[in-house]
């Protein structure tokens, strides 16, 4: 059973920044890919960043240059720090991954961004 928990969060003004944790146990942190998503009001859930167990990266177009993923595999933790942010950004943000087959989501953590 992985378990993922995100604390952070919050609400900043447009322009600001906001770093994300992400912090996984119940699995060998070191081998497993971890992504973050989001889920806006009336959207589907979207990929926005995620991170390879070589550490290779891969964001969604509209993030790239403001967003930056990175892990600590001695602290089993992801980051997500995002600059420049936009009201658009406003979503519930998780982190998930995939292990032996199985989806695991972390519970959601709100990000607002005020114009």
């Known amino acids: 059973q992985v378990l993922l928990v995100e604390p952070g969060g919050g609400l900043v003004q447009a322009g600001g920044p906001l770093r994300l944790s992400c912090a996984a146990s119940g699995t060998t942190f070191r081998l497993i890919t971890v992504g973050w998503y989001r889920q806006a009001p009336g959207k589907q859930r979207e990929m926005v960043a995620r991170i390879t167990m070589g550490g290779n990266t891969d964001y969604t177009d509209s993030v790239k240059g403001r967003f930056t993923i990175s892990r600590d595999n001695a602290k089993n933790t992801v980051w997500l720090q995002m600059n420049s942010l936009k009201p658009e950004d406003t979503a519930i943000y998780y982190c998930?991954?995939?292990?032996?087959?199985?989806?695991?989501w972390g519970q959601g953590t709100q990000v607002t961004v005020s114009s």
């Open positions: 998930g991954t995939t292990s032996f087959g199985s989806d695991y």
